[in-house]
């Protein structure tokens, strides 16, 4: 804010001097980001305008001095009132002009002057007349609070005032909290972004933190942001911590575990060394908040001190960058992992200014001469803790189909996204109805092809029950009515699995047509309103199809209206819900399983291009349906191989529940022609459920002493490895061996032991932890 204005009053130029003047700098001057406009109360300025247009010097509609009491709620602070409004309470006038009236007229003893800010917000520009208000004090007293107010132009770095305020040591080495109302404590990280951009609102307190003397902070957090619920007594296994689910945030807490057993990513997080490394000038980054926010979880997650972590700082935080994230709907955990090892990366990116490189074709050079250089070339701009961890190196093969021209071209890559061998076939179920009024329905199970129409749902029927296909209708029921009947030539990508599949049969063709028939029970009630009795009615039972003659039709459907009374003795509700099950009932849904070495397999096989992606030949000049083959060059210390279980065609939507047989120790092979690299299994997200809704959890073996435990939100359970391969692994996170450290605490010699369980850890599926011997030769070669 500006001090009180004392600037003495200059001689005036004339009325009508005055009056061009300011009305030019008025329509010279647009609002832009970060010019000082003032405020100026209306009836002064309308008085002012009356004044150079209709009098003269001695006039008795002289203005006087600026007088701003009327915008004022008091005269003691100077605040100004709430909600004034533009042109009706005061106007805004450019610095230039306010000058040039403070210079003619003065202004009322003791008044600020009221000075405000453009300031650039996401959806318009303006002048900020109520500027943020903040209070101020040091984490070493907070009981002494200071009120100053900022433009959320200003930089944070103007925060600094507060060592001046509170008579901090010149040199002390300080860092900053915000603090809302709600107790929640937030670093700010960069004193070089401004307040909008730092989520600062009025209302909020920022805290001043000095370094103490031996190198460290009075505390990792302010005091204000402990949890009640932290228990001081409690010590635990490091990393055999919970994370809350905030809302449908699993997906979040699976990927937050599989990573937080990732021991070369979290030994860099709980040594501090992204402190040394956090980028915040990188535009491709989040301002190093997102790396911050991982730290904060990850060091208490491996502190031994929670039985959970609340992770809704880092929650907010990936919302804000990821809007996809905001809110609490469910997500994929594997776009979150992609998120957020992007994320991770353009925080942590130890280059600072990314060169321009252009690329050159292989033009016939060796492979390995290839490789090197787009691996160089990409660590040129891409250099960070996860480039070191994860990346490794595909070699793609496109061949024109036309003139034969071969391009090879070497792409990092961060996990891999491998298929599952998808059937074309289909399971679905039915329940036949016939024309016998006292046959009860029958389940069928039959076997379709996925990208099918019903009508071929019904020639498979058709060869069970010997109906003809034409005299079948198939309907979903639902809540007692027919909610769809389907066409033969829909697809059968419309049914979902848990639908309720009626077919029933319907007379041959004559002159008739046919009905639905809904079963309905009257009920009566007093109506509180009126005092009078009314009668309403409700659906029941399984509806039924009907034929009645073709005369005049235009009523849909039928209903049979029971009395309560009747609908008790005569109708039982059991006996009209009960089924016959069909021998193919009988035959058991066999699981398919496939071992992950096929998936990968399947990953580097060649394919052709699709229409909508084709690729340009350089050699004839035009877009060709090129085939490709993508091979693995180079491997990362940890390899995440993404399931893809999700599949989505043009023929259906559907989520994969194949058994992938994953071995626990993993040997893979390159091209190049390096020796195979050999992996251990750490960690596995996974996804109970369909397409629409469903449950992550995770496995995890602990990097301090190799076990292995379940984490299911905030309940963490011990687990043995024989349990870890079911049809529910969506991600599975890879060690070299080379890297792995040894456990600190040996496996116990037999089945009897068990080790010392942390007070959050209970026995999953089993009593006590034991080493599986049978999946020590679960290897692929």
């Known amino acids: 804010m500006a001090a009180t204005t004392s600037a003495a009053v200059t001689e005036s130029p004339g009325l009508e001097t005055q009056r061009k003047e300011i009305e030019s700098m008025l329509q010279e001057h647009e609002l832009c980001a970060g010019d000082t406009w003032y405020l ?139 603090k809302s109302s709600d107790t929640c404590c937030e670093r700010l990280r960069n004193v070089h972004v401004n307040v909008l951009d730092s989520s600062l609102s009025s209302g909020m307190t920022v805290i001043m933190e000095m370094r103490n003397e031996d190198g460290t902070w009075p505390s990792s957090r302010p ?93 907010t935080k990936v919302g804000h960058f990821a809007s996809q994230f905001l809110g609490y709907q469910q997500h994929d955990s594997q776009e979150l992992l992609s998120f957020l090892l992007d994320g991770l990366h353009e925080d942590l990116n130890r280059v ?21 250089e787009a691996w160089n070339n990409h660590r040129r701009r891409n250099n960070s803790v996860i480039v070191d961890t994860f990346h490794g190196l595909f070699k793609s093969t496109l061949v024109c189909p036309e003139c034969r021209k071969v391009s090879v071209t070497f792409d990092p890559f961060c996990y891999l996204s491998v298929p599952l061998p998808v059937s ?114 409700s659906l029941f039972g399984h509806p039924l199809l009907m034929a009645v003659p073709r005369v005049q039709c235009t009523q849909p459907y039928v209903a049979i209206d029971w009395d309560p009374d009747m609908k008790k003795k005569c109708y039982n509700e059991n006996e009209a819900e009960k089924y016959v099950k069909h021998q193919s009932m009988e035959v058991p849904h066999q699981q398919t399983t496939v071992q992950l070495q096929e998936c990968i397999e399947l990953f580097t096989t060649v394919e052709i291009l699709e229409e909508e992606n084709p690729w340009y030949c350089p050699i004839c000049k035009k877009h060709q349906l090129a085939t490709k083959k993508l091979d693995l060059w180079s491997l990362p210390e940890v390899l995440i191989i993404h399931l893809k279980r999700f599949s989505y065609t043009k023929y259906s939507r559907e989520k994969l529940d194949i058994i992938v047989d994953f071995p626990l120790r993993l040997v893979i092979s390159c091209l190049s022609f390096t020796p195979p690299s050999r992996y251990d299994l750490i960690a596995v997200s996974n996804h109970y459920g369909g397409l ?78 034991e080493r599986a011997t049978s999946c020590v030769n679960m290897e692929t070669d």
């Open 40 to 178: 100026v109360e209306r009836r002064w300025y309308e008085q002012w305008k009356e004044y150079v247009v209709t009098g003269d010097q001695n006039s008795s509609s002289f203005p006087g001095q600026i007088d701003n009491t009327e915008l004022f709620e008091e005269l003691d602070s100077y605040h100004l009132k709430e909600r004034l409004v533009e042109n009706e309470d005061f106007v805004l006038i450019p610095a230039e002009a306010w000058r040039n009236l403070l210079a003619w007229y003065g202004m009322v003893d003791d008044q600020p002057a009221l000075e405000r800010k453009v300031v650039d917000l996401p959806s318009t520009v303006k002048v900020e007349v109520y500027p943020v208000e903040i209070f101020l004090c040091l984490h070493s007293n907070m009981e002494n609070v200071v009120t100053a107010q900022f433009s959320r132009a200003d930089h944070i770095r103007k925060y600094k005032r507060i060592e001046k305020q509170f008579d901090v040591v010149e040199r002390a080495e300080t860092r900053l909290w915000m």
């Open 223 to 315: 005091q204000i942001m402990n949890s009640v619920e932290e228990q001081e007594s409690y010590r635990g296994q490091p990393g055999v911590c919970g994370l809350t689910n905030l809302g449908n945030t699993c997906f979040m807490n699976s990927a937050l575990q599989c990573l937080s057993n990732t021991p070369p990513l979290t030994e860099y997080f709980l040594q501090s060394a992204y402190l040394e490394e956090l980028n915040f000038t990188n535009p491709l980054g989040m301002k190093g908040e997102i790396a911050e926010a991982y730290a904060d979880v990850i060091k208490q997650m491996w502190s031994g001190r929670h039985y959970s972590v609340v992770p809704r700082l880092f929650k």
């Open 352 to 372: 600072k200014n990314k060169e321009y490189i252009e690329l050159r074709d292989a033009d016939g050079r060796p492979d390995q001469e290839v490789a090197e």
């Open 424 to 537: 074309k076939d289909r399971v679905m179920e039915v329940f036949f109805v016939s024309l016998d009024p006292v046959a009860k329905p029958v389940q069928h199970r039959l076997v379709v092809p996925k990208a099918g129409k019903v009508f071929d749902l019904c020639s498979a029927l058709s060869e069970m029950t010997n109906v003809s296909v034409n005299q079948m209708v198939v309907a979903d029921v639902f809540n007692h009515r027919f909610y769809k009947i389907y066409h033969a030539d829909e697809s059968l990508s419309c049914i979902l699995d848990r639908d309720d599949i009626f077919v029933y049969v319907k007379p041959e063709e004559g002159d008739e047509v046919v009905l639905a028939l809904y079963l309905r029970e009257r009920s009566h009630y007093r109506d509180s309103g009126s005092g009078s009795s009314s009668c309403g009615t």
């Open 692 to 769: 629409r809704d469903g449950h992550y959890t995770s496995y995890a073996r602990n990097k301090d002493n190799g076990q292995w435990y379940y984490f299911d939100d905030n309940k963490v359970t011990y687990a043995r490895e024989e349990q870890i391969v079911t049809n529910a692994a969506y991600l599975l996170f890879y060690h070299r061996q080379d890297k792995i450290r040894q456990p600190t605490l040996p496996p116990p010699s037999d089945s009897s032991s068990s080790p010392t369980q942390p007070a959050n850890v209970t026995s999953h599926k089993h009593d006590g932890m």
